[in-house]
């Protein structure tokens, strides 16, 4: 997909921290509203009902400015996420530097930070990581759901899966934690084994989230489906029409026997600090974000006993 034309403006906040309602729980911190990615997917193009945005989702980004953080020692052994409803190293960061701004606030802040991306640009950072990883608990995420290429171009103007793989392993030989974080799981056509393959001897952690679908972006991928893999159009409409969550809980069940086939950890909702042997990542299941939702990273979530869920 080639990136958009994105308009951009400035704007002030009061607070660049805000409490988060990811499963992760802790502060969520996003220097950018909108994102150039422009995924189909995106569930944070929902943010538009907020900022008063009338341009497509990924067209648009605005740039926040923020009072320095006066107290960042305030979030010692707290979970800070930076990127959960935009990429905080997307393009324009190299122009504006947010997120390195961030980081550089919160670097002797013994924070538990947690950096979710679909960039390589954060190797320019990679000194500032070096530091922060001194002074408090630092793990960097990529979003990796396929390794075709053709199928990630259809979903997004990210940069190439082998990019966000070779700064994984940058990262990774750093002796920073990293995280695999295979999101979302397409029914039919993401696949688990491979990507777990491909980076189990350069990340500590593999997290697992399902493709859920709901308002407007609901409508592109189903007809993406009907259009490109017609052929998966029953099992879509079983899964997002009909409810039923056959499919995730045997991918469940998938997941847990392929971590004890190659002597990982498997955990339900929680995501441990410790690092992993190389090649031994530990996998968490977080499928079925509404059940984990709210939950602090606890273990816990609220199990649906029916094979019945909405999306």
Excluded at 53 to 76: C, L, Q
Aim: with cysteine; proline share 5%.
């Amino acid at each position: 997909m080639k990136q958009p034309e994105i308009k951009t403006a400035l704007i002030d906040t009061k607070n660049i921290m805000t409490k988060s309602n990811t499963p992760l729980g802790g502060y969520s911190v996003n220097p950018y509203v909108g994102c150039p990615h422009a995924c189909k997917y995106c569930y944070a193009s929902f943010m538009k009902r907020f900022t008063g945005h009338t341009e497509e989702w990924g067209t648009f980004m605005d740039v926040k400015t923020w009072p320095k953080i006066k107290n960042p020692r305030k979030y010692e052994g707290q979970k800070v996420i930076i990127g959960t409803v935009t990429d905080g190293y997307n393009p324009l960061e190299e122009t504006y530097g947010n997120t390195r701004r961030i980081l550089e606030e919160l670097k002797e802040s013994g924070a538990d930070i947690t950096i979710c991306t679909k960039s390589d640009l954060v190797l320019r950072d990679l000194d500032l990581l070096r530091e922060i990883d001194r002074h408090n608990r630092l793990t960097v995420s990529w979003s990796v759901n396929t390794l075709d290429e053709t199928f990630k171009d259809d979903m997004d103007a990210a940069v190439s899966i082998e990019r966000r793989l070779a700064a994984m392993k940058q990262v990774y030989d750093a002796g920073i934690r990293t995280i695999c974080f295979i999101s979302p799981v397409f029914p039919g056509l993401t696949d688990i084994e491979a990507i777990f393959e491909r980076a189990r001897n350069q990340c500590d952690l593999i997290w697992l989230e399902n493709l859920n679908l709901r308002g407007g972006f609901k409508k592109t991928i189903m007809d993406y489906i009907a259009e490109k893999h017609p052929d998966l159009i029953p099992q879509y409409d079983e899964i997002y029409n009909k409810k039923n969550r056959s499919y995730f809980a045997a991918l469940e069940k998938k997941a847990e026997e392929m971590a004890l086939n190659n002597g990982c950890r498997f955990v339900d909702n929680e995501t441990p600090y410790e690092r992993a042997p190389k090649g031994h990542p530990t996998i968490v299941n977080y499928f079925y974000h509404e059940e984990v939702k709210g939950s602090n990273n606890t273990g816990r979530r609220n199990r649906k006993v029916s094979q019945i869920t909405s999306d």
